[in-house]
Structures are given as C-alpha cells and as structure tokens.
C-alpha cells in the first residue's frame, strides 16, 4: 500500500476516479431536478372571445357562416402560456383564399403563438358558403312605431336622407331581400314635424334577417307631423249597483283625455265623453277595459280603450261605527251612533257618523276645470267625535266638505278633504280622506256644485 501511495502515476490515477465519479453524481442530480422544475411548470388556460380573421378575394367573394369569435385552450410552461394570455398577440384564422364556389368545412388555424405550447380551438372547423360578392342599391321605407307621434296627430310622408343604400352579400342571399326597413322606435310622441336617425335592417320575404352589409348603416328621417283631433276629457259614470254589501270608492281611468278626430264642425261641439261603468257585477277591487265611444258625427277616437281602476270597501267596514236613527229626522244624509261610556251624562265622549256628504271644491281658477275622479260620486262618510251635548247639536246640514283646488295645475290633482262648520273640540274622520281630480285647461264644465267658504 505504501508503495502504491508512494507512486504518483497511482495517486493521478485514483484522483481522475474519484472525479468521474462526482461529476456523474452532480450531472444525475441536476437532470432529476431540471425534469421535475419543468413539470411542475407547466400551466393551461382558456381563453374565450378571440376574434377570427378571413383571409379571402375580398374583391370577387362574399363569406358567410365564420363565426365572429372562437374559444382557445393554450397549455405549456407556466410562463409563455401567462404571457400569451396576458397579450393575446396571436391569430386565429380561416384561410379561404383559394377557395371555390359553394359550402364547404374550413379548418381554424393559430399563428404568431410559440411553438412550445399546445392549441386547441373551439370550433375547430366550420362550415363556410362561398358566394359570388354582389353590390346592389335598394330604396329605404321608414317604419314608425306607435309611440313616436303624440295620440291626435297623424305623420306625413316621411323624407328619408340618402333615399336609397347599398347592400353588399353573397348573390343568393340579395336575391332574397324583400325589405329595407328604417324603423323609429323613439317614446317621443311627437306633435310636430322632428328628425331623427334610424337603423337599416334588411329581410326575406318571410321577415326573416338577412346577414347582409349595409352602406351606410343608418339613415336621416325627417317627419312632418299634423293634428288630426281634437282632446276631450272624459267623464265616467258608474252604471249599476254592486253587491248587496259593496260600495264603490272610487273609478280612475288611466287616462284623463282622449282625442277625436273628425269635421271641426262637429269638434267644436263636443266638450266631453261620458263612459258608463257598470259595476253591478263587481265584488272587490278590480280593473277593467272599456271601449270609448265614439261621438256622434265623429270619425274614430284614440286610444280606441282604456283602462279604469275601480276601488271598493265593504259598508260594513265603512259604517261600522253608523246608526241611520236619524235620517228620517233630519235629512237623508244624516246618520246619528251615540257611542257612550255613560248615558245621560253630557260631558261623555260619543262619535256620530253621517254617510253621503257631498264634496264640494274651491278656489278653482277661472281657467281651469275639474273633473272629481275620488270619490267617484262625489260624496263621503263623515264620523266626528266630541261631548254628547255638542255632538247631539250638530245634523248633516251643518258640514261642508271642501276640496281646496286653489294650488291645483293642469293634470292629475290630489287634495286632503276638509270639514268646516265644526266647533274646535270636535275630531272628525272623513272617509276617503282625499279628493282626487283632473284639472284641465277648458272651458269650465263643473263635475261637482262648488260652494263659497
């Protein structure tokens, strides 16, 4: 052995050993650890919405059946499937740039996307129709939805600017075009003449869209706009008796004009138009669709129908607190319920309750008129509350309800009712509490006797 260690050609040799055998050790360990670095790496993502492009003659062909957008599955390192999902700068592509004439089924493709990373698109192929690219002209028909012009007003011949579009598609498909429509769908109820911008939209016979280009996309329409009638307010009148313990509160339409149009002759005579109600059929709170007649020597109204809103209570409920005693001694108006704690004792409280008051108005402006919508026949139930010896002196010609309509406007009107000609320690409940109106800018036509405060 000491011979051995003594030689240095030994000791070189057994050095140039032991090296080999390291630098296998390190070179092994390095493999294992770059392998398992590389798979735990790897990541795949989706990436939805990616638009395609159509490499075609865009001269001579049209295309159609390409879907706008695809879904890409890209997998790979972590890092360049982040990166291409972060800046999306690849391509998916149809080519059709030799294609022929007719349908056929075009694979997607992908580019500028690194060669280390697996694609999957979805769809992965489509089934595309090849046309013969053709460029007619065709005229534009404006189509107005109801609620552009105003109710009493007609449109006239709409001016359209350019008159006429160009449509470009495959050929088959602008064989087929039955329609060039401009249609405006604005809420504008417009009474005089206005211009507006609307979309061209292309069908088939069946009213079908068709996928055409249109140039240009919208158009300019001006339309002339003129009165056709005159607006009246209508009046409602309740028909009939409802059920035996129902009592109707009140019935309001849902609009409080509506226009006839006709001679200006017959116009001028017609001041309002009264809608019979009938209610004899009716049980709790409901709505109902009448038809609007039409006045004599009229030509039409509109709306041809409205819609009225009819509140009930039972009597029941209303008069729970009424005693009708003294109808017959006073007037028919007058309803007397002496509630006490202790009879004969004139400082006990008791209520008293009067059924059918009429409502009256004031302060209406000359200018205005009014039509009561709540209560529907004018009148409510009165219930007060005081010292027997107060109460027992007070009948039903003693109240006055009034509806103040000295703030009223134009227009639907809401009013808290009063009650006048009570002493100061007397409460009181009038039932409905609020008078509703609609007040409108005519010639007065009261529809409730007014009555000086």
Same mark, same amino acid.
């Given at each position: ?13 057994? /050095?140039?050993?032991?090296? /080999? ?93 690194? @060669?280390?990373? =697996?694609?999957?698109? @979805?769809?992965? !192929? ?32 709409? #001016? ?16 087929? #075009?039955?329609? $060039? ?19 061209? !939209? ?8 068709? @996928?055409?280009? $249109? ?14 009638? &005159? ?34 002759? $017959?116009?001028?005579? #017609? ?13 709790? @709170? ?8 039409? %006045? ?9 129908? #409205? ?9 029941? +409920?209303?008069?729970? +607190? ?6 017959? =001694? ?12 202790? !009879? ?7 209520? =008293? !309750? ?32 005081? +010292? ?27 009013? %808290? ?33 007014? &009555?000086?405060?």
């Amino acid at each position: 052995m000491d011979r051995i260690l003594n030689n240095k050609w030994s000791i070189r040799i057994i /050095a140039l050993l032991l090296a /080999a055998i390291l630098f296998t050790s390190v070179h092994a360990s390095n493999k294992d650890t770059t392998s398992f670095s590389t798979t735990s790496s790897s990541d795949s993502e989706v990436i939805e919405n990616v638009p395609v492009k159509v490499y075609y003659d865009k001269t001579n062909l049209y295309i159609s059946g390409v879907p706008e957008t695809v879904t890409v599955t890209i997998s790979g390192p972590r890092s360049i499937v982040q990166s291409a999902k972060a800046q999306q700068d690849f391509t998916v592509y149809a080519d059709l740039k030799n294609a022929s004439i007719g349908t056929q089924e075009v694979k997607l493709q992908v580019k500028d996307l690194s @060669d280390r990373l =697996k694609v999957k698109i @979805d769809p992965e !192929s489509v089934s595309v129709n090849v046309q013969e690219k053709v460029t007619k002209k065709f005229s534009v028909d404006v189509e107005l939805s109801k609620s552009v012009i105003a109710d009493g007003y007609q449109a006239g011949t709409p #001016i359209i600017d350019p008159k006429k579009v160009s449509i470009t598609g495959a050929k088959d498909t602008i064989e087929q #075009i039955a329609y $060039v429509k401009a249609t405006l769908e604005d809420d504008g109820n417009h009474k005089s003449e206005f211009t507006d911008k609307a979309t061209v !939209s292309v069908f088939d016979s069946n009213l079908n869209k068709l @996928d055409v280009d $249109v140039s240009p996309q919208e158009v300019e329409v001006t339309v002339p706009v003129e009165k056709v009638g &005159k607006s009246v307010p209508i009046k409602i009148k309740q028909e009939g008796t409802p059920e035996s313990d129902i009592e109707i509160s009140s019935m309001t339409p849902d609009k409080s004009e509506v226009v006839v149009v006709g001679d200006d002759a $017959v116009l001028d005579k #017609i001041k309002e138009i009264e809608i019979p109600i009938d209610v004899s059929k009716i049980k709790a @709170d409901t709505v109902k669709e009448v038809t609007v007649p039409v %006045p004599n020597g009229a030509k039409s109204v509109q709306p041809t129908t #409205i819609e009225v809103k009819i509140k009930t209570i039972k009597k029941s +409920e209303a008069n729970t +607190e009424t005693n009708t005693s003294d109808n017959n =001694k006073n007037d028919d108006t007058d309803s007397d319920d002496s509630t006490k704690d202790d !009879s004969g004792d004139n400082d006990t409280k008791i209520s =008293k !309750s009067f059924s059918n008051i009429q409502v009256y108005m004031s302060g209406l402006k000359s200018t205005l008129d009014a039509q009561m919508i709540t209560p529907a026949n004018g009148k409510v139930s009165v219930t007060i509350t005081g +010292e027997k010896k107060t109460i027992d002196g007070i009948s039903a010609k003693d109240l006055s309800v009034i509806a103040n309509l000295s703030k009223g406007k134009a227009g639907d009107y809401s009013i %808290p009712l009063e009650l006048n000609g009570l002493p100061d320690n007397v409460a009181y409940v009038i039932n409905p509490t609020n008078a509703d109106f609609i007040l409108t800018e005519k010639e007065a036509q009261n529809s409730v006797p007014s &009555k000086n405060t």
